[in-house]
């Protein structure tokens, strides 16, 4: 059954920009707090930006200022929006949701312990 599903993903060269989308299914699916995440290839999961359902967002540190997350809640939907893509950016991304007190917790710390996830969207970026 999906719950999640992320579309928008692609090849894309270095310094381009993507507009990833997360749609849910259902309402009881697009929690209080919705987060992006991407997974190279090898290596561990890793948070890109969350936000809550009142507009509250947190990225890591590799996104401040290229990415800006958003979500429309009336259409259960997130956004991500990349710019000045490089090349350390592919990844497969992942969107997630959970209704938590705390989305920062839940981002920074405890994303792999629970949540409903979508299946990936694929980002190449060629340099």
């Known amino acids: 059954q999906v719950r999640l599903a992320e579309s928008g993903g692609g090849s894309v060269q270095n310094g381009d920009s993507l507009t990833l989308t997360c749609r849910a299914t259902l309402d009881l699916y697009f929690g209080d707090c919705t987060g992006w995440f991407r997974r190279v290839e090898g290596a561990e999961r890793e948070g890109v930006a969350s936000?809550?359902?009142?507009?509250?967002?947190t990225y890591a540190d590799f996104a401040k200022g290229r990415f800006t997350i958003s979500r429309d809640n009336d259409k259960l939907t997130m956004y991500l929006q990349m710019t000045n893509l490089k090349p350390d950016d592919s990844a497969m991304y992942y969107c997630a949701s959970v209704s938590t007190p705390s989305c920062r917790t839940w981002f920074r710390e405890r994303y792999r312990e629970f949540g409903f996830w979508g299946q990936g969207t694929r980002v190449a970026v060629s340099s």
């Open positions: 936000i809550d359902r009142g507009g509250t967002t």
